[in-house]
């Protein structure tokens, strides 16, 4: 198979979180041909449904070169707007369309070419291998972060990882991820006194509470920013007071934001500064989740290699950025140096996900010179 058609292949799966549908033996068969061992495994918590996850190796010798993303895609939404359905790959203008196209099943498929191009004229002084889950685009619990543990305790190693996320804004070769922000999401409920709104002397509005404890949070400045990193932000999703009339006075009123964080903070100091800026008159409830803590990946090897080998096929050096939003690199990061390079991100999670073929041919090329580069 080519790079098209593996992606095509990988696309027919309809492989909604956390469904595998019969992704993982695609992989497989592709891959285990070339020497790859494979290992799957299942983790579920309560309340969480279970995830398989998928671990392939080529070679048991030091350093082991990892490869890792998601199969797992979100709904298609309204499957009579797509221009294709969404689980039958077809390319037109030289765009190939599918749910998963862009994020990231087109960056997986140039993962398995790359590795079978480089194995067809190179033996690796070390490893190869490949983790992947169905738990990226879900809630992340019994995903990369459970399997990077149980790797661990069988005493795998990963010595350098790429993340096929899409990362250029664009055309491919614009943008490498060396980092990203942290997460953190926050729910507000703010307690008062339900009551008619003509006698407001005789209620406790929660609502106006609120909205000052909002303001307060967005007229206090996090921090300016750091060399890779923009400011901290925080956004408010959702106020939300369940009010059926408007003449009468609620008695909850909640929120729900989240504050994306750079690399001066961390997800508690977060939690702190945020609990810190609360009005304390009156009851409410804040809870919180931290999704992922900031990084920044300083390993020049790996950084030196993705760029030059970017270089190489593209002719330009990629910028080293950490926008967007969180990724399983934010539970790698804790085992090895890992960068971030993929496809274009212009329609992931859209109806009509589509990529450009030659994006994905050129993908793996730059792939397939990472192997080269990392074991010459």
Request: include cysteine; proline fraction near 6%.
């Amino acid at each position: 198979m080519n790079v098209t058609e593996l992606a095509k292949a990988l696309i027919a799966c309809p492989s909604v979180t956390p469904t595998t549908a019969g992704v993982f033996d695609v992989i497989e068969n592709f891959l285990t041909p070339l020497g790859f061992v494979a290992t799957r495994q299942t983790f579920a918590e309560e309340g969480t449904a279970p995830v398989e996850n998928l671990y392939l190796r080529l070679g048991t010798s030091a350093p082991n070169f990892c490869f890792a993303g998601h199969t797992d895609v979100v709904p298609v939404g309204d499957e009579a707007a797509w221009k294709v359905p969404p689980f039958t790959p077809e390319v037109i203008d030289g765009e190939l369309y599918g749910r998963g196209a862009e994020d990231m099943k087109g960056a997986i498929a140039a993962f398995m070419v790359a590795v079978k191009e480089y194995l067809a004229n190179h033996k690796p002084n070390g490893s190869i291998s490949f983790l992947i889950t169905q738990d990226e685009e879900g809630v992340a619990i019994n995903g990369t972060k459970k399997m990077l543990e149980f790797l661990k305790a069988r005493g795998e190693k990963i010595d350098a990882c790429i993340v096929g996320e899409p990362t250029n804004p664009n055309v491919l070769g614009e943008m490498a991820k060396i980092g990203r922000r942290g997460s953190i999401g926050f729910k507000l409920e703010v307690e008062g006194k339900q009551g008619h709104v003509a006698y407001p002397d005789l209620a406790d509005n929660p609502v106006t509470r609120l909205i000052h404890m909002l303001h307060a949070l967005y007229t206090k400045t996090l921090d300016e920013g750091t060399e890779f990193f923009p400011p901290s932000n925080l956004e408010v999703t959702s106020v939300d007071v369940g009010n059926p009339t408007s003449n009468m006075i609620p008695a909850k009123a909640t929120a729900l934001f989240n504050v994306r964080f750079n690399n001066l903070h961390t997800g508690k100091e977060i939690d702190a500064w945020v609990r810190s800026r609360l009005d304390p008159r009156g009851a409410y409830t804040l809870t919180s989740r931290i999704s992922g803590e900031a990084f920044l990946t300083r390993d020049e090897a790996l950084a030196s290699i993705v760029v030059e080998s970017v270089k190489d096929v593209m002719g330009s050096a990629p910028a080293l950025s950490t926008t967007g939003g969180t990724s399983d690199a934010r539970f790698i990061k804790d085992y090895c140096p890992v960068i971030e390079f993929g496809t274009t991100g212009r329609t992931s999670h859209m109806v009509d996900e589509r990529v450009e073929v030659k994006t994905l041919k050129g993908l793996a090329k730059i792939y397939q010179r990472m192997l080269e580069r990392f074991f010459a």
